[in-house]
């Protein structure tokens, strides 16, 4: 499995719904954790995890060509709102 840099770049939708709830579970417990140990390097992992929880994306799995979204998850997150809208 080779690492390709470039398409490490390439912002794209790689972190399923339920990777991104664990990302928030970590990066909210490390960064809580690291407020009270006063640990830096603490810090950055839980605002790495959090923000890329936020946006759906890690480079690395990009990098890896790697993805853990549900196809289901990928057509759903298409829509504007999730909601019904009734035609004009």
């Known amino acids: 499995m080779a690492f390709d840099y470039k398409r490490m770049m390439h912002r794209e939708l790689n972190v399923g719904l339920k990777e991104q709830k664990w990302r928030y579970w970590g990066g ?16 950055l992992l839980g605002s ?3 923000t890329t929880a936020k946006l759906r994306w890690c480079p690395v799995y990009s990098g ?10 990928e ?3 298409g829509a504007c709102c999730g ?3 009734s035609p004009h």
Do not use: M, R
């Not at 960064?31 to 830096?40: A, K, P, Q, Y």
């Not at 890896?64 to 998850?73: F, R």
């Open 28 to 43: 909210c417990a490390a960064l809580l954790i690291s407020v009270f140990l006063g640990n830096i390097p603490l810090l």
């Open 48 to 50: 790495i995890l959090v």
């Open 64 to 73: 890896l060509t790697k993805s853990t979204v549900d196809p289901a998850e």
């Open 75 to 77: 057509a759903a997150a």
């Open 83 to 85: 909601g019904q809208h």
